[in-house]
């Protein structure tokens, strides 16, 4: 892992997404997302209920990336210039070179290949640029959607981790999904033979 290339944001572009730093000026859209049901039920949190959530978790995300512990994007759809969804690391394991990936994404665009096209994106910045060896994404065991999203990028599945969070008042089962540099670099030459 390379933390050093946490020194400066980096901005990812993808066909029709722009990756960056979420700014206050896509506070409204932000809020949007974070305070929809049907988005934040399978995130692990409540939706957020005022602006001044949105504020506080906006900041949250950016001091994480200054303090070196997360990385969290948001996703700019380059045609409208909109905030539409987020999706980034965290849970930082520098000895194992290993982080955790996490996304959401504003339900208005689910089903557009959106989420795939952002997270092979930070996929190949996670092995490339920051030099990790391992991500895990864990998700809700009734989210086929976002199991379909992981495996598309080529994670496997690993397991299930029964009661291994307190979301939403109550312990919840996760998925375990996960990639290895190793397996990125063969699944990476597969697609662009395609």
Partial sequence: MRL??????????TERLRLC???PLYLEAFFDIFSKEKVMEKYGMFPITELNDAVWLIERFNEGFINKRSIRWGLILKSNNK?????GFHGFNELSSRVEMGYELN???????LMGEALK??????FTTFELNRIEALIYPDNPASEQVVM????KYEGCLRQYAFFRNVYQDL?????LKQEWAIYENISRRR
């Fill in 175 to 179: 998925n375990m999904y996960s990639l």
């Fill in 4 to 13: 050093e290339a946490l020194d400066i944001f980096p901005v990812i572009e």
């Fill in 107 to 113: 339900d208005l665009y689910w089903h557009k290949g």
């Fill in 121 to 126: 994106a930070i996929i190949k910045w996670g």
């Fill in 83 to 87: 905030l539409i969804g987020t999706c």
């Fill in 152 to 155: 598309r990028n080529g994670f």
């Fill in 21 to 23: 730093k979420i700014e």
